[in-house]
């Protein structure tokens, strides 16, 4: 028997306020240090944050911008697309994946993903690629890499580039058959992340970057975040506006520090989860694949001849927050199902929106916080 603990107020899905205590002297004397300088756009704070960032995840450039839909609108951009071009999306994703490619006149095709990993189905890949085929765009969903050794050869083979979307996965590390390692995100010809507040490296309003490994890109996705200009006021291509502030690069540098300790706290709420859950066969655990280390944004599960809703009514009664990462697949989002697809392709996206719950999982989790959450979930 499991001895419940009593009823338990203020459990969130993250914990921004006890995280920022943990680290208060710091981000305030940083944030202080940025208000007495008053250079709150372009600040030197930007570069030296985008300089951490390539040396803690390997890119050989990291070009900060404005929030992580823009990361991939830029990236896009970059690649030179033109209207009518088609790129692959999974249909199990944030809708920012799908609405940029959308939004510059591209198609989306999606793609299914895989009811274990909930990552991209490399298998389907190939089936979707045409003349049209111009990228695809990976998602880290949840915090772990997609198969992107598969990915790179399929991609490798029909010449189409890879924009990694690492908004969930940042600080994941894929392991190729070669022996060699990578980060999420500098695998591709372009990655981007966020740094919206709940992501694993977050800030305290919005933020986003890209990656890339080639040097012209690099210069090309700095001109189009900054208007298309190499000089001021002399425009060499249409770009937008898509700055880092001062601000959040100087708290992002601080935070960054920490980002390895992140990962290992959310890494032994997930394992806590896992052993606790593992034997009840209502509750599918996220399956690792063994060749990326998992970051846990998120930890997901899939319910198993349970109602999902009637479980988060439960846990809700009982002051436990949880989520539903996502809800509706994209190509059935009224925005989106009027591009091509084909529904067969995508059941596992379609069922995943009925079966998945992710439960609180952040860095400052009490051991005592989530035994109340466990024992609540066993006795639902
Ligand atoms: C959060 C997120 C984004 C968008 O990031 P913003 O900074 O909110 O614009 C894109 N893709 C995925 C998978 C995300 O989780």
């Given at each position: 028997m499991i001895k419940l603990p009593g009823a338990m107020n203020n459990i969130q899905m993250v914990d921004l306020d006890g995280q920022y205590r943990s680290i208060q002297p710091q981000i305030d004397q940083a944030i202080a240090k940025v208000l007495q300088e008053g250079r709150f756009i372009k600040g030197e704070e930007v570069g030296l944050f985008e300089q951490e960032l390539a040396e803690y995840t390997g890119a050989k450039h990291v070009i900060a911008c404005a929030n992580g839909t823009d990361a991939l609108q830029i990236a896009l951009m970059a690649l030179q697309l033109q209207p009518g071009d088609e790129v692959i999306v999974p249909a199990f994703t944030y809708v920012a994946t799908g609405e940029v490619i959308a939004l510059l006149g591209l198609v989306p095709v999606f793609v299914d993903v895989n009811p274990d990993t909930f990552n991209i189905e490399i298998s389907q890949v190939e089936q979707l690629i045409n003349s049209r085929t111009k990228a695809i765009i990976p998602v880290h969903l949840y915090g772990q890499c997609c198969d992107m050794e598969g990915l790179l050869a399929v991609a490798d083979k029909f010449g189409i580039h890879?924009?990694?979307?690492?908004?969930?996965?940042?600080?994941?590390?894929?392991?190729?058959?070669?022996?060699?390692?990578?980060?999420?995100?500098?695998?591709?010809?372009?990655?981007?992340?966020?740094?919206?507040?709940?992501?694993?490296?977050?800030?305290?309003?919005?933020?986003?970057?890209?990656?890339?490994?080639?040097?012209?890109?690099?210069?090309?996705?700095?001109?189009?975040?900054?208007?298309?200009?190499?000089?001021?006021?002399?425009?060499?291509?249409?770009?937008?506006?898509?700055?880092?502030?001062?601000?959040?690069?100087?708290?992002?540098?601080?935070?960054?520090?920490?980002?390895?300790?992140?990962?290992?706290?959310?890494?032994?709420?997930?394992?806590?989860?896992?052993?606790?859950?593992?034997?009840?066969?209502?509750?599918?655990?996220?399956?690792?694949?063994?060749?990326?280390?998992?970051?846990?944004?998120?930890?997901?599960?899939?319910?198993?001849?349970?109602?999902?809703?009637?479980?988060?009514?439960?846990?809700?009664?009982?002051?436990?927050?949880?989520?539903?990462?996502?809800?509706l697949p994209l190509h059935q989002q009224n925005a989106y199902n009027r591009y091509n697809h084909n529904d067969q392709l995508l059941q596992n996206s379609i069922f995943l929106c009925k079966e998945v719950i992710s439960l609180p999982i952040h860095t400052e989790m009490k051991a005592k916080t989530q035994e109340y959450i466990i024992g609540k979930i066993l006795a639902f």
């Open positions: 890879v924009v990694e979307d690492t908004a969930q996965g940042i600080g994941a590390l894929y392991s190729f058959n070669n022996g060699s390692s990578k980060q999420a995100g500098t695998m591709g010809t372009i990655g981007t992340t966020s740094f919206f507040p709940s992501k694993n490296l977050g800030c305290y309003g919005d933020g986003g970057a890209l990656f890339t490994n080639d040097d012209d890109l690099a210069l090309r996705i700095r001109m189009i975040g900054n208007h298309g200009q190499a000089r001021q006021y002399y425009h060499e291509i249409v770009g937008v506006n898509s700055r880092l502030d001062t601000l959040q690069a100087a708290i992002l540098r601080i935070k960054l520090r920490h980002l390895n300790e992140y990962s290992k706290a959310r890494n032994l709420v997930a394992e806590r989860y896992d052993a606790a859950l593992v034997n009840d066969e209502r509750y599918n655990n996220p399956a690792r694949d063994p060749k990326s280390t998992h970051v846990f944004n998120q930890y997901t599960l899939r319910v198993n001849g349970i109602n999902r809703d009637q479980l988060r009514e439960y846990l809700k009664e009982n002051n436990i927050p949880s989520m539903v990462y996502y809800p």
